[in-house]
DNA sequence: GTCTATAGGCCGATAGAC
DNA sequence: GTCTATCGGCCTATAGAC
């Protein structure tokens, strides 16, 4: 038998984390599914099979709920950026997860709740911030590493061009529509090459 | 008096046309405000002075009244497009219309809905298309009128980059991230200058 | 075309037993 | 921590009077 104090062992840690995991797990592929509007409580139990009124006992609220899912999300993503971004190739490594289908659906629906939800704006707000910064640090290293000049070519301007362009592929591909993709992405992975690959000349 | 046909002036005319304008306009405004979860007949109705059964009158379900919103919108949208590609200055008109914080909100609405709305995602993906297509077409034809080679600088791949850089920014701003945002906008001007502008002094 | 009335369903959240 | 029971609310959609 265990001499810590019960207090210690009881705290908040006597909660049956498998619950908790299962509901929010369940929430994010409904989320993912059908839209952050087809999450409910109900529909969580019923996924995670279990009792609507445990997700109430876990989630004061559903708000509660949706932040906590998120903080998820984001840890997860961001243990995979800082991954991208340690990489040997960082720009060819975070365009992988620029393309990568499965995270932005979700941050889709956070942004779309985000308008019009304002604990969860703040905090996509910070780890929209958080993304952009690691993509900025990578390029401008791979650009002064090549010569290239940052007036000419701002990092914080490649990077939104290398998120944005790698959103809307995926919004497309979401839509059905993906002609044209093949002829964009090589472009991109030539431009990332050049400054990867080894090859310092000038672009343009 | 109208010597016209009865059954032409009374076909579908005779509706009300002032009522399904305003269950269109309320819905588009909640949609901007709170997302399209928040779109309903009763809120609709509330917005619009009127009963919640009228609603059902003009759209038989909530469905057709997406899609009929969708159209609407991307009618109007599609008039602004050609009207900016048919300027003086076209990629300065069309990156207008990519920046503009109003349409792109409704847009990422009905995206995010596209995911589990079948109808929904093949009206989108075709005016998606549509869109592409006019830049491709303005950019092209500044590339070749500038002696720029389509196959370094792609013209689809310089849309795709432009369209997302575009929603990449208006989705910061929603989000009240604006930092660094002038120095983006600045970058993807001095390109379209470039093409545009003509050189620092030549002005055409 | 607009109204009243209403059916039938899913929702968030709480109270209280065990 | 999980259960049963339940309240009050908003939802889509229809029927039928005028």
């Known amino acids: 038998m265990s001499t810590r104090p019960i207090a210690a062992r009881v705290s908040n840690a006597d909660r049956n984390l498998k619950s908790r995991t ?17 999450v409910s ?6 996924q995670a099979e ?46 992988a997860v620029c393309r990568d289908v499965h995270g932005p ?4 629906e956070f942004v779309a709740m985000a308008t019009h939800h304002d604990a969860l704006r703040g905090e996509i707000a910070r780890a929209a911030e958080r993304t952009r910064s690691v993509f900025v640090a990578r390029i401008a290293h791979a650009l002064s590493a090549n010569g290239v000049s940052q007036d000419a070519w701002p990092p914080l301007a490649l990077a939104v061009l290398m998120d944005g362009a790698g959103r809307l592929l995926i919004a497309d591909h979401t839509l059905g529509a993906t ?10 992975e030539r431009q990332i090459a050049r400054l990867e690959g080894g090859a310092p000349d000038e672009r343009r």
Do not use: C, N
């Open 105 to 108: 659906r979700l941050t889709k």
């Open 179 to 188: 002609a044209g993709h093949a002829e964009v992405i090589a472009f991109i």
């Open 50 to 95: 279990l009792k609507s009124q445990l997700v109430h006992y876990y989630f004061k609220t559903m708000d509660e709920l949706f932040l906590a899912l998120f903080h998820d999300v984001e840890e997860q993503f961001f243990a995979r950026l800082d991954r991208a971004a340690a990489s040997d190739r960082p720009l060819s490594a975070l365009w």
């Open 41 to 46: 409580s109900r529909r969580i139990a019923a």
């Open 22 to 38: 299962a509901i929010l797990a369940a929430a994010q592929q409904i989320m993912r599914e059908e839209g952050y509007a087809a």
